[in-house]
Every structure is written in C-alpha cells, then in structure tokens.
C-alpha cells in the first residue's frame, strides 16, 4: 500500500477493524473516590490492562499489518521500552524477527519483556534522538522502521482509543491524555475531533519534559535540550514532525504537571482503584486531581496509558 500523507477518520476507521482480535477493547473504570477527589466525574480508561500493558500495541500491530509480509523479514524500532515490547510482540504473532533500540538505563521490566517476545536488543545512548539514529541505521528493505509515533498508520492504530471512549462513554466532556511524542494524542483527538468535535481534548506532560507547552508558546516546534522525568514514556525532547501539526490543529489544551503529582496519582491508583499504573500511565490522572484543574463537575476520561511499572524504582528495597 501507499503510505498515506495524512491522518483521517477512514485511516483510524480501517485501523479499527483490521485490529480487532489482536487488540482488547480495555474497560472504562469508574471511582467515586477519584471523582469526590477531583470534583469531577472521572472515569479511567484502562490501557494498562492492554495486551503488552500498554497502548503502543494498537499502532504498532496497525502498523506491521500494512507492511507486504511477504517481501519483509523483520522490524525495527527505537522506544524507551513500552513501543519496542508493542513491536517485539506484534512481530511474533506475525512470524516476524523485531530488532529493539533501547535507551541506557531502559526499565528492566521493558527490557525483558522484549526479550521474552524474542527480540533481539540493544542498548544506545539515552536520548530518543540517538536511539532513532540508531534504529534507522539498522533499518533496510527487509526490516523496515516501525516509528513509535510519527507515523500515520501507528497514529491511526492509537486513535482506535478514541472510537473506543466515545462508544463506552458517548456523553464524555473532557479526554485527558499524556504526550509523549504526541502520536497518541493525535490519534485520539483526530478520532473525536471527526465525530464528536464539542469533546475537549486536553494533552498532559511533565513539567522536566514539556516540549509541547513550549513549542506552543514559541510558536513552532522547539527540541529540549535534556528533559528529566520519572515518565519514561513522556520524555521526547521534541514534538514529532508529523504530531506537531495535528496537535497545534485538534488538541484543546496541554498542561503540566510535576513529577510529585504523578507520584501521587500512580499511588492512589494502587491504593485507592486497584490499578497498577506505571508513572507515565498516571499523568493524565494526576492533572484529575490537581488543585486549580477548571474540570469541576464535568464528565472527564483519564487515560492511564500504560502499567509497565519498574517496581525497583519505585520502592525501597525490602529488607528482612
Ligand atoms: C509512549 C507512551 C505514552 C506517550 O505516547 P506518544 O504517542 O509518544 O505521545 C504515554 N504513556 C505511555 C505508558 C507510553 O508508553
């Protein structure tokens, strides 16, 4: 097929249909707590729960399915952890080989979760920029990139989120999403832009990695020099090219918030909805919860985007 040269309903439409058994539809979790706590009416779209414990399957499987299998070998792709674990496992299922590039450092749990799919590893640099070189380096005719969001098609794949929300909850105000290189929230919002364009979408990064609040207020797409986040997954230094437009055109809002707060919000999910959320996964929620959020009283979805949780990061070490 012809790559397309832009991201549509019918992209995202098709995406949904040709996912449908490789992908579960997550449920939408509902919790008085959260809600009494954020003066809202959250609900929490549970994408922790997704094949792979995180929604980087749904652009990643699009993505490999659109490639002519038959003249392809393998894949290649460059992720902090939860996009190369989505490729490595779509590969498989598709009898192909996945070659992963993974930052220095990579959460163990990502790192062996590849492997366990049967990917072959390596590790470079720690920024996404240089594990990109790296990966188109590596890239050729038989084992072509799969790009973990400027990429119509893996956009398309994640927009399927947004189809999904509206029909589990087609009285939504407000869908909060994290942004990392902003391929998820450009699928979302173009779905929901498309069919229910009155619902807000509101785009959260950490204050370390806040490429998008500052490119918008520059007014063009700017690269961070270094970001520092406990977000694995939200840590792009820049926008995409290809996200960059689409965010500037269908995303409401974006907002920060700090790491503390993300903190926060993994644990009360743990504690409070039983929900093993990794920190990247939490963001949305802990803007939710934040004090001077303008949510009160509105209909809103968190998405917690992923449960990939590094537990040895996260607590001290158990002693006897
Ligand atoms: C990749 C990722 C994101 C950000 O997605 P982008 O398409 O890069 O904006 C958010 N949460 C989790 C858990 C992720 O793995």
Redesign the pocket.
């Known amino acids: 097929m012809t790559l397309p040269e832009a991201l549509t309903l019918s992209l995202i439409r098709e995406a949904r249909s040709r996912l449908q058994g490789d992908v579960r539809a997550t449920p939408l979790l509902d919790s008085t707590s959260l809600s009494d706590w954020s003066g809202a009416e959250v609900r929490l779209k549970a994408e922790h729960l997704q094949r792979t414990g995180?929604f980087?399957i749904r652009g990643a499987f699009n993505r490999i399915l659109t490639f002519d299998r038959s003249r392809i070998q393998g894949v290649v792709a460059a992720s902090s952890g939860?996009?190369g674990q989505a490729v490595a496992y779509a590969a498989r299922a598709l009898g192909l080989k996945a070659t992963i590039v993974l930052p220095h450092g990579a959460n163990p749990l990502k790192v062996e979760a590849a492997r366990h799919y049967g990917a072959d590893v390596e590790f470079v640099g720690t920024t996404s920029a240089e594990r990109l070189a790296r990966a188109q380096a590596l890239a050729d005719d038989l084992h072509p990139l799969v790009a973990?969001?400027d990429d119509y098609l893996v956009m398309a794949g994640?927009g399927t989120l947004g189809l999904e929300i509206l029909g589990q909850w087609p009285e939504v105000e407000v869908i909060l999403v994290?942004?990392?290189?902003?391929?998820?929230?450009s699928g979302i919002a173009t779905a929901v832009k498309m069919t229910a364009p009155h619902v807000q979408i509101i785009g959260v990064e950490p204050e370390g990695a806040a490429k998008v609040t500052a490119s918008l207020r520059a007014g063009r797409r700017l690269q961070l020099e270094s970001t520092a986040s406990v977000a694995d997954?939200?840590r792009?230094l820049t926008p995409g090219e290809l996200t960059w437009p689409i965010i500037q055109q269908r995303v409401d809002d974006v907002v920060t918030v700090s790491d503390q707060a993300i903190l926060h919000a993994t644990q009360v999910l743990a504690e409070r909805a039983k929900q093993v959320v990794?920190p990247?996964?939490a963001a949305a929620l802990a803007y939710a919860l934040s004090p001077d959020q303008p949510l009160h009283h509105k209909r809103v979805v968190a998405l917690l985007?992923?449960g990939n949780v590094d537990w040895s990061q996260l607590m001290p070490p158990l002693r006897e």
């Open positions: 995180s980087k939860n996009h973990p969001y994640q994290p942004i990392g290189g902003g391929g998820l929230i997954g939200l792009a990794e990247s996964g985007s992923g």
